[in-house]
């Protein structure tokens, strides 16, 4: 009966804990895979909503608005584009949904044909499914929904997410997409975790019951084992408590032995058998005398016997001899005691031998101690610090000239002190009798001579921290103080010369990996001495990952001797932050001889190129810039010089407009010769050279006008203006001007043939013309009367253009004062281009593009004045600014962190949730940067692999992974996408999510 029920108890208990887990670990197992199934539903269609809302955006909400903005066609056509979008991206539909004040809903959406190809209310499609309430929820709470939702019986997953257009309208936009293979498939998981659960249970509960018998067995065994042991285990303590005299007496180190009234031996412990080479049963009943050397006298015996009436404990020293006759030196401990009721003798003799030795030892190795105090210059001394008594050595004696023997003192040490270390001396002393170290080196004066010793001393302190003694050493340093000022004078000369050319020096030790940096290489990234550990795992450390591999290689590659020297750039992290560029330099160190020294060391040296580098990338930037403004200016910009062979003229400047002006590029004028191909004929080319000669001597082109033939064969006229530049050469260069007068000397000869002409063109032109003289306006055609605002062109006659312009220009300068140096520079130069600001007379402000021209009119010069209205371009430019803003409120509206990078990782945009988790007042601060400069660098080493993985497999990235960073704790959820550019990857989008709260529920 009792078998029969434990079995069972067994087997039951292991089946419910069986089937529990199991049913547990499925349940786990399939919810699992439901929210990951989920999770990759959701980051498709937060892909598909962004897809949505940049393909629609607010301009076509805007022209949706208005019934007679956007034509059927055109409406047709943004759904056929989503339609083919939608389908390859594997979504049911994209959607977006405009709520406008009178309550009506403008709908765009892909894959349902024949709906909404109107405007106006929702056709249909909402009309039969939940979608309109989830609409308005998204409208009304203004933020992201999640639903399902079931179409033509077919089930999904729609998200939906809330945006402000540019009006301040709400605007949704969602997608959609089919989750019937999936639920699918998640039906198919279950019931294979469901038949794997079964299968569990049926073999766990088969081998319960086939261990149910076998479990319950030793218990009947249990009850019979239970009255045997307890005997047993009685018998076992006597045996042992038996056993534990004999044991103690046999393993004692020392010589333990038993001695009656006689000094026979009744018991010995191995030891003392072995210490006199004995076996236990020759020992046995052996007299003292037998093995005692020293026994043989009468008064031995009888204090032998007075040893048993003292009832104490005495030591005393003796030897026994062995048996094989040797005599070894013994200390015996003795004391009396009874052992049933008979007085014995109790003894324990201990080995000497080797500490009479070891004194011996001594006493040669104190004088071997003085003749090595003699040999090493290093003497001994002790003090007694309360009596001021003080103990030299011999070899003190000797380094300080003073007779062995004499009594010396504290005092006498001082008067043997040179002058100028006594105060640093006591001040270390003083140190030392609170606890730190003594250990000192001075000077001292010996017959006049002077010598350097180095002290070192240790002090004993009582319980309450006074100073007891103090026991010490002085040493005679003087050689090696005059070797290490010469090495001293040496290394300042070398530190002299590394801080004059401000190198960092660094000694790398190849067999212990320990590098020496100089305080200037310490100083160079940022790091003060002490700060930094002196091994190569500090450089590995600092330098940039992207140059890493490839320094460790030129390095590898000089150790080995494929390359005769080390010489590479990297960069190296400052400690504020920054990259700093190094040149590195490195060499083997050699003896006198050249043979690499032993242990093997590379000597370099560090030099910051960062400044130098800065200024090239700032000079190529202002070559770049200088360039690219030439090359803008409408105006024909060159430069040339003299050279001695065919065509005699060398240009190095030929800006594009030069190109067009001529037709010639810069390497057909330079083969061709400018004289030689520009000019008309040979009178004309004589006298281009002649202009040339003066040009050098200082009598430049102003404004003179030279007819010239393009490759085509058109006559040009054109308007030149020089001056000479010398470069850093020395070699002097003719900068040119040239701008084409042609058309105006044309219109200046239509001019002269009918004024009747010219004041119709002036008054039919579309660009607002006026005339000046004396600084002020004499006249303006209707354009500009228009643009002004004015009622007779009389309004705008003796008025300064600074008196129709605000006080100040868009560029901050006073209006009267740009005025009259824009007026000096056309005098000047014939012509000038440039910006202004005037106000009408109804108060709008006008952004003109002025055009001044000095011409002849009755035998005086006037101003033309040409404007070009930039009012639109301007406010072109606002709406850009306008779209950028609503950009950045459509990331920073997103309730995820949001980010896009080039190819160098580096941030070209990100939203405000991101600048807040990264710890920053805004986005625009984090453009530029990289994780580096973002993240803790295991982070940002992290990111920046993901990143790298997305860029080389072109293809997205899903993860989940728990974060731990000042800012933030938990879990994130981070989708990283390439970013193509015509076929080519240009960089990374991504968002990232908190699911913290779904990790924990999980």
């Given amino acids: ?173 969602g997608a959609g997409i089919v989750t019937d293979d999936l639920d699918q498939q998640l039906k198919s998981t279950g019931w294979t975790i469901l038949t794997h659960f079964f299968l569990v249970v049926s073999v766990i509960t088969g081998v319960a019951l086939a261990l149910g018998q076998k479990l319950v067995r030793p218990v009947k065994r249990l009850h019979e084992i239970t009255n045997i042991k307890a005997f047993r285990e009685q018998e076992k303590a006597l045996r042992l408590e038996s056993e534990k005299n004999q044991a103690i007496l046999r393993s004692a180190s020392d010589g333990i032995h038993l001695l009656d009234l006689d000094g026979n031996l009744i018991e ?43 009832q104490e404990r005495s030591e005393f020293e003796t030897r026994h001899r062995r048996k094989d006759g040797s005599v070894l030196d013994v200390e015996v401990s003795t004391f009396p005691l009874q052992i049933d009721g008979k007085p014995v003798l109790f003894n324990s003799s201990r080995d000497i031998t080797g500490r009479k030795q070891i004194q011996q030892t001594l006493l040669r190795s104190e004088a071997n101690f003085r003749r090595a105090q003699a040999v090493a210059h290093t003497g001994s001394w002790t003090l007694d610090i309360g009596s001021g008594q003080l103990d030299w050595s011999d070899e003190v004696y000797r380094i300080f000239g003073i007779e062995p023997g004499t009594a010396v003192s504290f ?19 003083d140190a030392a009798l609170t606890g730190d170290d003594y250990d000192i080196e001075h000077r001292i004066l010996v017959a006049g001579e002077i010598r350097w010793v180095r002290e070192r001393a240790k002090i004993d302190f009582d319980a309450d921290g006074t100073p007891l003694t103090g026991i ?63 091994n190569f795992e500090t450089w590995e450390l600092l330098v940039h990952p992207d140059d890493k591999s490839r320094s460790l290689a030129a390095v590898a590659d000089y150790i080995e001797g494929r390359t005769p020297r080390y010489e590479i750039e990297f960069r190296l992290h400052h400690k504020q932050g920054h990259w700093l560029h190094i040149l590195s330099r490195a060499k083997w160190a050699c003896d006198r001889d050249g043979q690499i020294m032993t242990p093997r060391r590379l ?18 930037h202002q070559v770049t810039f200088t360039e690219s403004l030439i090359n803008a200016q409408n105006d024909g910009v060159s430069a040339c010089s003299e050279i001695e062979t065919y065509p005699f003229v060398r240009f190095t400047v030929w800006n594009r407009a030069m190109q067009e002006l001529t037709g010639y590029s810069i390497e057909e004028i330079n083969q061709l010769g400018w004289y030689q191909t520009v000019y008309v004929d040979e009178q004309t080319q004589q006298q281009a050279q002649q202009r040339m000669n003066r040009m050098r001597k200082g009598d430049h082109l102003r404004g003179e006008k030279w007819t010239i033939a393009r490759k085509n064969g058109e006559r040009r006229t054109l308007q030149i203006f020089t001056s000479l530049v010398t470069t850093h050469d020395g070699k002097p260069h003719v900068l040119a001007v040239m701008h084409d007068i042609s058309d105006q000397i044309r219109a200046l000869a239509q001019l002269r043939e009918s004024e009747e002409r010219l004041r119709v063109l002036y008054e039919g032109s579309a660009d607002p013309i006026l005339l000046m003289e004396n600084d002020a306006f004499i006249d303006c055609n209707k354009s500009a009367q228009i643009l002004l605002g004015l009622q007779s062109r009389d309004q705008i006659r003796n008025v300064r253009p600074s008196e129709i312009s605000p006080e100040y220009q868009p560029d901050g300068r ?76 459509l990331l920073d509206n997103f309730p995820f962190l949001v980010w896009l990078k080039d190819e ?96 924990q529920s999980e």
């Fill in 904 to 999: 160098e990782s580096r941030y070209l945009a990100v939203n405000q949730p991101f600048a807040e988790a990264a710890g920053w007042a805004s986005p625009d601060s984090i453009i530029g940067k990289n994780d580096f400069d973002l993240w803790p660098k295991e982070l940002a080493e992290h990111y920046r692999s993901v990143d790298r993985e997305v860029l080389v497999s072109n293809q997205p990235r899903s993860l989940e992974e728990q974060i731990e960073n000042p800012t933030h704790v938990g879990w994130l959820e981070t989708y990283k996408s390439p970013v193509t550019l015509d076929g080519r990857v240009i960089g990374t989008v991504g968002f990232a999510r908190d699911i913290s709260q779904r990790k």
């Fill in 814 to 889: 006073r209006s009267d004062e740009k005025a009259a140096d824009m007026i000096a520079t056309t005098i000047d130069q014939g012509n000038h281009l440039f910006e202004w600001e005037h106000i009408a007379a109804d108060g709008r402000h006008i952004i003109v593009e002025v055009m001044l021209t000095v011409v002849m009119h009755n035998h005086k010069p006037i101003m033309h004045v040409v404007w070009r209205d930039l009012s639109r371009l301007h406010s072109a430019l606002m709406e850009l600014q306008k779209r950028d803003r609503y950009q950045r409120a």
């Fill in 268 to 310: 010995a412990s191995d030891s003392f058998c072995t210490l006199l080479g004995y076996a236990r049963e020759e020992m046995i009943g052996m007299n003292v005398a037998q093995w005692d050397a020293n026994f043989s006298d009468d008064k031995l015996m009888a204090d032998f016997r007075q040893k048993f009436e003292n």
């Fill in 472 to 534: 010490g050493t002085v040493q005679d340093i003087t050689p090696t103080r005059a070797l290490i000022d010469a090495l001293m004078t040496s290394e300042q000369r070398l530190s002299f010369a590394l801080q004059g050319s401000n190198d960092g020096l660094w000694d790398w030790n190849l067999e212990s990996n320990e590098v020496h940096f100089s305080p200037r290489w310490l100083e160079m990234v940022g790091y003060a001495e002490g700060e930094l550990k002196q």
């Fill in 411 to 429: 005092a006498l040490f001082l008067a043997c002190l040179h002058p100028d270390d006594v105060t640093k001396l006591l001040t270390a002393w």
């Fill in 1 to 173: 009966m009792f078998t029969l029920s434990l079995k069972w108890r067994w087997v039951i208990f292991i089946c419910l804990m069986v089937t529990f887990v199991s049913a547990f670990y499925s349940y786990r197992l399939f919810d699992s895979q439901k929210r990951n199934d989920l999770d990759v539903v959701d980051a498709k269609l937060l892909t598909g909503v962004q897809m949505a809302h940049h393909l629609v955006g607010s301009d076509f909400h805007d022209k949706m608005t208005n019934a007679d903005s956007v034509s059927p066609a055109d409406y047709r056509a943004i759904v056929e584009k989503y339609n083919g979008i939608a389908k390859a991206a594997g979504f049911q539909f994209l959607s977006s949904h405009l709520f406008l004040p009178d309550g009506r809903i403008i709908s765009t959406k892909a894959n349902l044909p024949g709906k909404n190809t109107g405007k106006g209310d929702d056709a249909g499609f909402f009309e039969t499914q939940p979608y309109p309430e989830s609409l308005r929820l998204a409208q009304q709470n203004g933020v992201a929904t999640y639903a399902s939702f079931t179409d033509k019986g077919e089930k999904g997953r729609m998200l939906l997410i809330p945006f402000k257009d540019n009006q301040g309208r709400t605007s949704v936009v």
């Fill in 603 to 620: 000597v370099g040296t560090h030099v910051d190129l960062t400044e130098r580098k800065r200024v090239e990338h700032a000079l190529a």
